[in-house]
Nanobody
Framework: VQLQASGGGLVQAGGSLRLSCAAS????????VGWFRQAPGKEREFVAA????????SYADSVKGRFTISKDSAKKTVYLQTNSLKPEDTAVYYC???????????????????WGQGTLVTVSS
Protein backbone atom coordinates (compact mmCIF):
# COMPACT_ATOMS: atom_id res chain seq x y z
CA VAL A 1 0.00 0.00 0.00
CA GLN A 2 1.19 3.50 -0.85
CA LEU A 3 -0.25 6.56 0.84
CA GLN A 4 -0.47 10.22 -0.16
CA ALA A 5 -1.61 12.76 2.42
CA SER A 6 -2.93 16.19 1.57
CA GLY A 7 -5.19 18.96 2.81
CA GLY A 8 -3.07 20.74 5.37
CA GLY A 9 -2.83 24.50 5.59
CA LEU A 10 -3.06 27.58 7.76
CA VAL A 11 -6.29 28.14 9.65
CA GLN A 12 -7.43 30.32 12.53
CA ALA A 13 -8.37 28.82 15.87
CA GLY A 14 -11.90 27.48 15.72
CA GLY A 15 -11.62 26.70 12.04
CA SER A 16 -11.72 23.43 10.14
CA LEU A 17 -9.68 21.47 7.65
CA ARG A 18 -10.27 18.15 5.92
CA LEU A 19 -7.19 16.04 5.48
CA SER A 20 -7.12 13.30 2.86
CA CYS A 21 -5.07 10.14 2.62
CA ALA A 22 -5.22 8.54 -0.83
CA ALA A 23 -4.22 4.89 -0.87
CA SER A 24 -3.09 2.72 -3.73
CA UNK A 25 -2.38 -0.96 -3.84
CA UNK A 26 -4.05 -4.28 -4.30
CA UNK A 27 -5.99 -5.29 -1.24
CA UNK A 28 -7.34 -3.18 1.58
CA UNK A 29 -9.62 -5.63 3.35
CA UNK A 30 -7.28 -6.29 6.26
CA UNK A 31 -5.70 -2.88 6.73
CA UNK A 32 -6.17 -0.19 9.31
CA VAL A 33 -5.37 3.40 8.38
CA GLY A 34 -4.26 5.74 11.10
CA TRP A 35 -3.58 9.44 11.37
CA PHE A 36 -0.69 10.58 13.53
CA ARG A 37 0.79 13.99 14.15
CA GLN A 38 4.11 15.41 15.21
CA ALA A 39 4.51 18.90 16.62
CA PRO A 40 7.92 20.60 16.67
CA GLY A 41 10.09 19.15 19.39
CA LYS A 42 7.56 16.48 20.30
CA GLU A 43 7.12 12.82 19.60
CA ARG A 44 4.76 11.56 16.96
CA GLU A 45 1.38 10.79 18.49
CA PHE A 46 -1.74 8.91 17.57
CA VAL A 47 -4.75 10.93 16.42
CA ALA A 48 -7.31 8.54 14.94
CA ALA A 49 -7.64 5.24 13.11
CA UNK A 50 -10.18 3.39 11.02
CA UNK A 51 -10.34 -0.25 10.03
CA UNK A 52 -10.98 -0.62 6.32
CA UNK A 53 -13.24 -3.61 6.74
CA UNK A 54 -16.12 -2.81 9.05
CA UNK A 55 -15.13 0.80 9.64
CA UNK A 56 -14.41 0.65 13.36
CA UNK A 57 -12.73 3.80 14.60
CA SER A 58 -10.60 5.02 17.46
CA TYR A 59 -9.64 8.53 18.58
CA ALA A 60 -7.14 10.12 20.88
CA ASP A 61 -8.81 11.78 23.84
CA SER A 62 -7.40 15.14 22.79
CA VAL A 63 -9.37 15.14 19.52
CA LYS A 64 -12.47 13.18 20.44
CA GLY A 65 -15.59 15.15 19.57
CA ARG A 66 -13.66 17.51 17.29
CA PHE A 67 -12.11 15.24 14.68
CA THR A 68 -13.84 12.59 12.58
CA ILE A 69 -12.13 9.87 10.58
CA SER A 70 -13.96 8.32 7.64
CA LYS A 71 -13.27 6.48 4.41
CA ASP A 72 -14.51 6.34 0.86
CA SER A 73 -13.87 2.80 -0.33
CA ALA A 74 -14.55 3.61 -3.97
CA LYS A 75 -11.94 6.37 -3.93
CA LYS A 76 -9.58 4.41 -1.65
CA THR A 77 -9.29 7.51 0.47
CA VAL A 78 -9.40 8.09 4.21
CA TYR A 79 -10.40 11.50 5.50
CA LEU A 80 -9.74 13.30 8.76
CA GLN A 81 -12.23 16.10 9.30
CA THR A 82 -10.76 18.46 11.86
CA ASN A 83 -13.13 20.95 13.50
CA SER A 84 -12.77 23.47 16.33
CA LEU A 85 -9.05 23.55 15.73
CA LYS A 86 -6.77 24.81 18.48
CA PRO A 87 -3.23 26.17 18.31
CA GLU A 88 -2.05 22.99 20.03
CA ASP A 89 -3.30 21.00 17.02
CA THR A 90 -0.48 22.54 14.99
CA ALA A 91 1.66 19.69 13.68
CA VAL A 92 2.66 17.70 10.66
CA TYR A 93 -0.06 15.11 10.14
CA TYR A 94 0.83 11.70 8.74
CA CYS A 95 -1.34 8.85 7.56
CA UNK A 96 -0.16 5.29 7.91
CA UNK A 97 -1.39 1.78 7.18
CA UNK A 98 -0.95 -1.46 9.03
CA UNK A 99 -2.14 -4.99 8.43
CA UNK A 100 -3.91 -7.17 10.92
CA UNK A 101 -4.23 -4.64 13.70
CA UNK A 102 -6.70 -5.18 16.49
CA UNK A 103 -8.40 -2.32 18.29
CA UNK A 104 -5.99 -2.38 21.21
CA UNK A 105 -3.06 -1.76 18.86
CA UNK A 106 -4.48 1.06 16.75
CA UNK A 107 -2.50 3.63 18.77
CA UNK A 108 0.87 1.91 18.41
CA UNK A 109 3.12 3.56 15.83
CA UNK A 110 5.20 0.43 15.50
CA UNK A 111 2.23 -1.55 14.18
CA UNK A 112 2.01 0.62 11.08
CA UNK A 113 4.49 -0.33 8.38
CA UNK A 114 3.53 2.01 5.57
CA TRP A 115 3.66 5.78 5.99
CA GLY A 116 2.71 8.64 3.72
CA GLN A 117 4.47 11.96 3.61
CA GLY A 118 3.19 14.50 6.09
CA THR A 119 0.91 17.45 5.57
CA LEU A 120 1.38 20.53 7.73
CA VAL A 121 -1.51 21.95 9.74
CA THR A 122 -0.90 25.34 11.33
CA VAL A 123 -3.53 26.82 13.65
CA SER A 124 -3.11 30.48 14.52
CA SER A 125 -4.50 31.99 17.70
Amino acid sequence: VQLQASGGGLVQAGGSLRLSCAASGRSFSSITVGWFRQAPGKEREFVAAIRWSGGSTSYADSVKGRFTISKDSAKKTVYLQTNSLKPEDTAVYYCAAGVGLIASTYRSLSRYDCWGQGTLVTVSS
